[in-house]
């Protein structure tokens, strides 16, 4: 029997995980099923674009360039010891648009507007607010969930687009600031070494940790627990699975382009 | 009329509503009292359909609640929450107006909001608080705005959550007067819980107690003081010792 007791204790949580995994694909599948029929809530829409994309623009714009100036002084010192310091455009443009410019943009959003979502959400049903918008015939998965995620699939990939220039022209700042680059062959190297498979890449990964990150903020907001201490669990579960699933999604997305 | 046939629901091991047999004539204002914890707001979500019996039938006209079209049912309802559940990120005359800026009652923004600012005067609000956001509002003005709300779209059945918690005893007597007027001059079907025995006075036609998962007592407002159930008798008069004590 002791022995079976760690056992059963993982079988537990093996369940556990996979009824968790079925209920959020439960609600992305509703999220999806509320976004392409009517009726559309256009101002919510309008006001997830801006919290998740144009609010974002700061934290997003200083994330990408202070990466990208550490990445020259890193590809730089690193490249020094086999002399081969030239190729920092390259690596800092490739380094930037296939993976930091989307992980650190997906983890951004997930710390800034899951945590958002999920917090203003809960309070909402907390506070009875998801109720009354059902007793006033309004759908919640259809007014809160479904504009946040479909704002979150559209604008998350310009934000990584945005990241993607701010952190090579962060390197190319450091570069040419500091290193000695000439800035004009810096600038051609970088677009000269970029193929449109690195961009795609990019957006695509952009779009899907957008998804992510709000659909895991309207998750747990819906599925909140009671009073402050429940509105904290979510809000701390929110941006913990978004941050883990964005990372892995990353890398699921990186063997898919880039391993074939 | 609503009737709720053998109603239960449990969470888990709490057995909540155990077989509420209850019916409310329309037009009427029936009230429900009952301890806290008793399962006086899951009733009346369970009619609301927010939330969903294990077992029993709840009827409107006739209709069990649970088939047709949701929308149609909901628009005959209004409801008055006990915080207010003001929706925080919207203005108090988008608030009131909810209903009327989205869905099949839409209407131009101009006549929703006109209808808005007649409804908040209709609750003793000036003109001026349409503009501004609930968190500005006093708990008193929350309410009256949550009344408003739950007025705007004339529903035939009102339901009022606890209509005078957290508000001092004047302004607890202001809402019972309001609900009262309102529900006469609208001659709607009001289902109303508390455990505030002034405004069981003052908004009930009917009144029924909820105690350990079913009706105990249910009978006109005049009868109250001659119930003859010790329940009723210890609850509307506040004693710490009686049945009610032995299951707490």
């Known amino acids: ?260 | 009329m609503i009737e709720l046939i053998s109603v239960e629901k449990a969470f888990g091991d709490n057995h909540v509503l155990r077989g509420v047999n209850l019916s409310i004539p329309k037009g009427t204002s029936m009230v429900i009292i009952g301890g806290s914890g008793t399962g006086k707001s899951v009733l009346l979500k369970s009619v609301l359909g927010l939330v969903r019996p294990d077992a029993g039938v709840i009827t409107l006209d006739g209709k069990d609640v649970t088939t047709g079209d949701r929308d149609a049912f909901l628009a005959r309802f209004g409801m008055l929450f006990q915080g207010g559940a003001l929706f925080d990120s919207l203005t108090v005359w988008q608030n009131v107006a909810f209903r009327l800026l989205r869905g099949s009652l839409k209407r131009p923004v101009a006549e929703a909001r006109e209808i808005a600012i007649e409804k908040l005067r209709r609750v003793g609000l000036k003109p001026d608080v349409a503009d501004r956001f609930p968190a500005e509002l006093s708990g008193g003005m929350q309410k009256r705005v949550g009344l408003a709300r739950a007025i705007a779209a004339e529903p035939e059945i009102i339901f009022f959550d606890e209509p005078t918690t957290g508000l001092d005893p004047i302004m607890a007597g202001v809402i019972n007067e309001l609900i009262r007027e309102i529900v006469d001059e609208m001659g709607a079907t009001a289902m109303t819980i508390t455990h505030d025995m002034t405004s069981v006075r003052a908004i009930a036609d009917h009144v029924a107690m909820l105690h350990d998962g079913v009706i105990q007592w249910t009978g006109p407002v005049r009868d109250l003081d001659q119930s003859g159930d010790p329940f009723v008798d210890q609850f509307i008069s506040g004693r710490a010792t009686g049945p009610i004590e032995s299951v707490r």
């Open chain 1, 1 to 260: 029997m002791i022995l079976l007791s760690p056992l059963g204790a993982l079988g537990r949580a093996t369940l556990q995980t996979l009824a968790a995994i079925g209920r959020v694909a439960l609600f992305a599948f509703q999220a999806i099923g509320h976004m392409v029929r009517p009726p559309f809530y256009g101002r919510e829409f309008a006001l997830a674009l801006l919290n998740i994309g144009w609010l974002s623009l700061p934290v997003v714009g200083l994330t990408a360039i202070f990466t990208g100036g550490a990445l020259a002084l890193q590809i730089y010192a690193g490249g020094a010891r086999f002399n081969a310091e030239a190729v920092v455009p390259q690596i800092v443009a490739i380094g930037m648009v296939r993976e930091l410019g989307p992980v650190l943009v997906g983890l951004m959003i997930a710390a800034r507007v899951t945590s958002s979502i999920a917090a203003e959400i809960a309070t909402m049903k907390v506070t009875e607010q998801i109720d009354a918008l059902v007793t006033l015939s309004t759908n919640p998965m259809k007014y809160l969930v479904a504009p946040r995620v479909l704002a979150g699939l559209i604008v998350v990939p310009l934000l990584v687009a945005v990241g993607d220039v701010i952190g090579i022209f962060g390197g190319w700042v450091v570069a040419t600031g500091s290193l000695g680059f000439n800035p004009a062959t810096y600038l051609k190297n970088t677009v000269d070494f970029l193929e449109l498979l690195d961009i795609v890449s990019s957006l695509t990964k952009g779009c899907i940790f957008g998804g992510i990150a709000a659909l895991m903020g309207c998750y747990f907001g819906m599925n909140s627990g009671r009073g402050a201490q429940g509105v904290g669990k979510a809000t701390k579960g929110s941006v913990e699975a978004a941050a883990v699933l964005i990372l892995a999604a990353n890398f699921l997305l990186t063997g898919a382009f880039f391993s074939l």
